[in-house]
């Protein structure tokens, strides 16, 4: 059974840092695409990040340059680490893998999600 | 970066009515880029709708997604209880930005 555990969410400061964790079972993250999208409190799913297959990443640009999506094969996890937090960094964070082929691709497995607050 | 429009932005039905929620791009998008998911409040987002029009496991047949270019549709033929929740589109592929819509609150009328 494919799974996602989202783990790493905790308050901070502005311009602190966290590092988050996406901790998959059920599949190889080495052989999946995985992407991290983020909800501030009521609002809509913002995307964040992605790490492809062959090790390409890209971001969003509102956390460009100071958010980093890597992988960990050995523990089979992906990780998204923040620096530079803003106060409009606070959201849930979920990890969620690709799944599709032949060009029709969608989210398919969702972590949890993990909230992350920043505030003085 | 293609921008997704939704509306309306809250939809107040009663069950057994029928849905129609709308998403506009701000640029053409092919079909099979254009993704619909439900998300219940306090859960993460599940896929239904993908290509457009295909249903994704589990996706009652209720569910149906429509529309081409700029212009598609997420259509619940008639709404049970457990449909009233926010509605996402999504632009899929693999060229990044993977850009949401605003989202549709569905909720009893």
């Known amino acids: 059974e494919v799974e996602l555990v989202n783990s790493g969410g905790d308050l901070a400061q502005p311009g602190g840092s966290l590092r988050l964790s996406c901790a998959a079972s059920g599949f190889t993250v080495s052989t999946s695409y995985i992407s991290w999208v983020r909800q501030a409190p009521g609002k809509g799913l913002e995307w964040v990040a992605s790490i492809y297959i062959g090790g390409s990443t890209y971001s969003a640009d509102s956390v460009k340059g100071r958010f980093t999506i890597s992988r960990d094969n050995s523990k089979n996890t992906v990780n998204l680490q923040m620096t530079n937090l803003r106060v409009e960094d606070t959201a849930v964070y979920y990890c969620a893998r690709r799944g599709g082929d032949h060009g029709f691709y969608y989210l398919d497995s969702w972590g949890q999600g993990t909230p992350v607050a920043v505030s003085s | 970066e293609i921008v997704l429009t939704q509306s309306p932005g809250t939809l107040s039905l009663s069950p057994g009515e029928r849905a129609t929620l709308s998403c506009r791009t701000s640029?053409?998008?092919?079909?099979?880029?254009l993704v619909w998911y439900q998300q219940k409040p306090g859960q993460a987002p599940r896929v239904l709708i993908y290509?457009?029009?295909r249903r994704a496991t589990g996706t009652p047949d209720r569910f149906s997604g429509s529309g081409s270019g700029t212009d598609f549709t997420l259509t619940i033929s008639r709404l049970e209880p457990e449909d009233f929740a926010v509605y996402y589109c999504q632009k899929s592929g693999s060229s990044p930005p993977f850009t949401f819509g605003q989202g549709t609150k569905l909720e009893i009328k």
């Open positions: 290509g457009a029009s």
């Open positions: 640029e053409s998008l092919g079909s099979s880029y």
